[in-house]
């Protein structure tokens, strides 16, 4: 919904009267997927998809949220946050206002009209911008009474732990911190480990180049289960190496490190999830430096082998996503496709020739259907700024 009409529609559910507009973007992946929660590299760009949340302070102790896909209010009581998690929707913006409480930010009573561009349970993070973006409103009216700067890195850490903690999602960081510190036309290398980071350049539209997003809108069922699972079988490749590799996490050991550890892992799975890990954080590194030296070419191999890796290795991918990539990568003027966000359904990322890019989303389109049954859809990504408020006119 464009500005103009989400206003008007917030006015008519909890009247007139001064309110004003933030946003959150979503993020993609350009690699180092499943590397965030071993403490790895990641290098995600905030994209054009939004969550947005028009507000305004109420004098008494409510916080009332609507939400333009959904029906009804949700009414939380901002006195006692704690006891929410479970409702039909509204946990993670209920999450995060407690969590802020707990950190001492000052949550008042308010009335919020959510708004999303980001398709939901697509992979490209709608959870994480609408936790971003609750924290962004909240940061920004308590920090305009106390007079304090707005921490955004400290906003996502706030958003992922609301996650984490209070609706019981095991993610990393990743998702959280590009919808807060994204920056347009840049990727962001971070480094999960202590949260360092360095904007590159990802500006592919002056290099004739169209960073496509291409949904398979397979419905991404026990995700969650699946995720934690995951996590868990890297849990024990990481006790498994420890002592002897002398490393904090497991995405600290280097390639070779792992190859002479490897073995200690007796579990045959963990060892594949801790290789792709390992390798994974490795090809995060270079493309890093590709990106920076605009080696397009070179960077898409390696979007080429980390899907492989998260197919063959982690095994995150699934018949929709392999599906598209393989499609993808059938076609001419395709520098690189891969899976990007925790997998299992959701979209894959390609870089896409411009002049390439009608035939490219026709033919994905077929082939992708006629493998699937599923109808594509495709959204060439702009990479934006991270959260912030827009001016209301
Ligand atoms: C999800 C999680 C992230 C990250 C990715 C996989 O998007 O929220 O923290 O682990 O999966 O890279």
Not at 171 to 182: K, L, N, P, T, V
Request: proline share 4%.
């Amino acid at each position: 919904m464009e500005k103009g009409p989400l206003i008007e529609r917030f006015n008519s559910m909890f009247g007139t009267g001064p309110a004003r507009l933030f946003i959150a973007p979503a993020r993609v992946n350009l690699i180092g997927e499943h590397t965030d929660h071993q403490g790895g590299y990641v290098l995600p760009c905030a994209v054009h998809l939004r969550s947005a949340c028009v507000v305004r302070p109420r004098e008494d102790h409510l916080l009332r949220m609507a939400a333009s896909d959904l029906p009804g209010i949700v009414e939380a009581d901002i006195r006692d946050l704690s006891g929410y998690a479970l409702i039909p929707w509204g946990a993670y913006q209920i999450g995060v206002a407690h969590i802020m409480q707990e950190k001492g930010y000052r949550v008042t009573g308010m009335d919020m009209l959510f708004d999303e561009t980001v398709p939901h349970g697509s992979g490209l993070s709608s959870s994480a911008a609408i936790e971003v973006v609750t924290a962004t409103v909240i940061a920004t009216l308590s920090s305009e009474t106390a007079g304090t700067p707005i921490d955004f890195p400290e906003l996502s850490v706030i958003a992922q732990s609301a996650e984490n903690d209070y609706v019981g999602m095991n993610c990393g960081i990743m998702d959280q911190f590009a919808s807060a510190m994204g920056k347009k036309d840049h990727a962001i290398f971070l480094r999960c480990a202590d949260l360092s980071y360095r904007y590159i350049t990802a500006d592919f539209r002056s290099s004739g180049i169209t960073l496509m997003i291409c949904n398979t809108n397979k419905p991404r069922a026990l995700i969650e289960s699946a995720y934690n699972e995951r996590r868990a079988e890297c849990d024990i490749a990481f006790r498994a190496v420890k002592e002897e590799a002398r490393i904090e996490y497991l995405a600290q050991l280097t390639p070779e490190a792992f190859h002479r550890f490897k073995y200690n892992i007796e579990d045959p799975v963990a060892r594949k999830r801790a290789e792709h890990v390992v390798y994974e954080n490795y090809r995060t590194i270079q493309a890093c430096t590709l990106l920076e030296e605009r080696n397009f070419d070179a960077f898409g191999k390696l979007m080429d082998d980390s899907h492989n890796s998260l197919r063959d290795l982690f095994e995150v991918t699934g018949k929709e996503l392999d599906a598209m990539v393989e499609a993808a990568r059938a076609q001419k003027g395709v520098l690189g496709a891969r899976m990007t966000g925790a997998g299992f359904g959701g979209c894959a990322i390609a870089l896409v020739r411009n002049e390439a890019c009608g035939d490219f989303i026709r033919n994905v389109a077929r082939i992708y259907n006629e493998k699937t049954g599923y109808n594509a859809a495709f959204y060439p990504a702009v990479v934006s700024d991270g959260a912030c408020e827009v001016m209301i006119d």
